[in-house]
């Protein structure tokens, strides 16, 4: 029996509500040398095991964007039981058009999802053939009006998407984070956004700004890593109160942080500076 099994089963779920299990996988990169198919492998047998709501794939699926690789990530992600699997593209993927490769075998590349009282809104953040990436202004009205179309503060809000909105470290000379980092960053603060989930360096890290947790994932199965980090993803339980975020490796250990609260009502800072004549 796997550990979340045992957490569920225990006097922890009598005092708070089921939680909604949302697994966060990012990074495969099938087609590099450094790709690894046991990890892949194992980290959907422990997955399908715990059974998440959700899975999201935060892009880098391929090493090029070749259709050939498209077709052998699919189907090593065939085995994954849960029915919502949200993926999104990377700069990997946009490399040689593979978006159109993409969209063949998954569709809109801005995808917008409702489960239960979560929201969440999955962008493409890639460039065709650029390594860095931008969501862009004609964007914006979109998160906006999509977040806005919720039940308030109830509702908890989740933009996913491949490259970084905040730098991270350990990740070398920074040249990661969106060109238009700040502007969304405002978007997704004004929007009252609870959640913003990356990957693409493959080094995992968590950062709040305002009232949001950023949660940038490592890569789950490959070799192209960076320090001491090892292949991981990313499992987050979020309850009517709080969320729990575990970090897994695959075959090995798990990292976590437990009880963070939930914050209902958000506001931005800057938003606050009153003016004083002279
Ligand atoms: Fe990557
Ligand atoms: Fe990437």
Redesign the pocket.
Do not use: A, N
């Given at each position: 029996m796997y550990f979340f099994e045992k957490i569920l089963e225990g006097d922890f779920m009598a005092e708070n509500k089921k939680p909604v299990i949302i697994v966060q996988i990012s990074?495969i990169?099938v087609g590099e040398v450094h790709f690894v198919p046991s990890l892949l492998t194992r980290a959907i047998d422990e997955i399908n095991e715990l059974n998440p709501d959700i899975v999201i794939i935060t892009g880098?699926l391929t090493a090029n964007g070749f259709r050939r690789e498209y077709d052998t990530v699919k189907n090593y992600l065939s085995p994954i039981k849960c029915k919502n699997l949200i993926v999104q593209p990377?700069n990997?993927d946009s490399r040689n058009v593979g978006y159109i490769h993409f969209e063949d075998i998954y569709g809109e590349r801005y995808r917008s999802f409702d489960y239960n009282n979560i929201k969440i809104l999955a962008a493409d953040s890639s460039e065709p053939d650029l390594d860095n990436g931008q969501i862009g202004r004609e964007y914006y009205k979109w998160i906006k009006n999509e977040f806005s179309n919720t039940s308030g503060n109830e509702t908890f809000k989740i933009f996913t998407m491949h490259h970084h909105l905040l730098p991270v470290p350990n990740t070398g000379r920074e040249r990661n984070i969106l060109n238009d980092a700040g502007d969304v960053l405002e978007v997704l603060v004004d929007s009252k956004v609870d959640l913003v989930l990356c990957?693409?360096?493959?080094v995992p890290y968590i950062w709040r700004i305002e009232d949001i947790l950023m949660i940038t994932a490592g890569?789950v199965s490959?070799l192209r890593l960076r320090g001491k980090i090892e292949p991981n993803y990313n499992i987050i339980y979020i309850y009517d109160d709080k969320i729990d975020i575990f970090r897994r490796f695959p075959f090995d250990k798990i990292e976590k942080i437990e009880g963070i609260k939930r914050s209902p009502v958000k506001e931005r800072l800057n938003a606050q500076f009153t003016k004083e004549s002279k």
């Open positions: 990074d990169h880098d990377g990997h990957g693409h360096k493959h890569t490959c």
